[in-house]
């Protein structure tokens, strides 16, 4: 049995960055975050992402999922776009 990961602070604040968390007059409900390693290809849709947007499967991503506007959906973040915006921040 393997244990979750748990995003660090420093990581909700990059996702929440990426994505304009709290900036926006949006509905958003039941929001859940988490580490996964893909069994397929996702698109990374963070703004920061450099280069072809698909990601392969086997990368180490964020799964984002809420309930946006009344209707659920996942966003996944690539692992360099959470380290990019880290940086941003820290600036």
């Known amino acids: 049995m393997t244990t979750r990961e748990e995003l660090k602070d420093s990581q909700l ?3 929440d960055y990426l994505y304009g ?3 926006e007059d949006v509905d958003l409900e039941c ?3 988490r580490w996964v390693r893909t069994r397929y290809s ?3 849709l963070s703004i920061l992402h450099e280069g072809e947007r698909t990601v392969p499967a086997g990368s180490r991503m964020i799964a984002e999922r809420a309930k946006v506007e009344g209707k659920f ?3 996944y973040t690539c ?3 959470v380290r990019a915006a880290q940086k941003e921040l820290n600036r």
Request: aromatic share 6%.
């Open 21 to 23: 968390v709290g900036t």
């Open 73 to 75: 959906g996942t966003c």
């Open 79 to 81: 692992e360099n776009c």
């Open 13 to 15: 604040y990059a996702v």
């Open 42 to 44: 996702h698109e990374c």
């Open 31 to 33: 929001r859940s975050l």
